[in-house]
Structures are given as structure tokens and as C-alpha cells.
Nanobody
């Protein structure tokens, strides 16, 4: 019933841009913090960006700060990751994550299936 479906990945040249989307269903989207994680070949999964339920606070990994922007549209149950000035080291599978933000939802933790982003010339 709970679903997080990522889209927007693909192949892009260095310096290019991509916009990832994560469509959520089956839970109260506006009560969950949303995050993007990524995992490159041979590396551990790492947090890329996080946004609080109403978008009042965001956090970014140092490696993407100034280039990536996370946003959400609670009316559409969707979180986005705008990626600009892409570098080859951004190549990874990107995953959408939802975590319950209020006390009663504190144990909720959902993951999407991932979408591949490849930055190469």
C-alpha cells in the first residue's frame, strides 16, 4: 500500500542538470520528513538531502551543497531533487526515503526502489 516511486534519472553530461521526482502514496505525506540518498558502485549509501514536512528546514551533504536543491509539494505528495552542475562523482542510484516526523509516526521508515543517475561525457 505504501509506495515511493522515483523517476527522472538518466544519462547526462558533466555540467548538465536533472530533476528527480518521488511520488508518494499510502501514507500521510505531510507528516513525514523526506530525504534523498544515493549509492555509488562499491560505496555505502549516503544521505544527499533532507527536507522537513512543511519545507521549513533542509540539509545537504557537503558534496552537493550549492548544486542540488530539495523541495516538496505536499498537495501532490511529491518530493523533488533538482541537480545542477552535475559531476561524474554524482553517478549513483538515488533513493527516496520517508521518515515519520511526529511522535506517533516516529517508527515509520519507507524507501523507494531507486533511480539511476549517470554523469558521463
Amino acid at each position: 500500500q505504501v509506495q515511493l516511486v522515483e523517476s527522472g534519472g538518466g544519462l547526462v553530461q558533466p555540467g548538465g542538470s536533472l530533476r528527480l521526482s518521488c511520488a508518494a502514496s499510502g501514507f500521510t505525506f505531510g507528516s513525514y520528513a523526506m530525504s534523498w540518498y544515493r549509492q555509488a558502485p562499491g560505496k555505502e549509501r549516503e544521505l544527499v538531502a533532507r527536507i522537513t514536512p512543511i519545507g521549513g528546514s533542509t540539509n545537504y551533504a557537503d558534496a552537493v551543497k550549492g548544486r542540488f536543491t530539495i523541495s516538496r509539494d505536499n498537495a501532490k505528495n511529491t518530493v523533488y531533487l533538482q541537480m545542477n552542475s552535475l559531476k561524474p562523482e554524482d553517478t549513483a542510484v538515488y533513493y527516496c526515503n520517508a521518515v515519520g516526523w511526529v511522535f506517533v509516526l516516529r517508527d515509520r521508515d519507507y524507501w523507494g526502489q531507486g533511480t539511476q543517475v549517470t554523469v558521463s561525457s
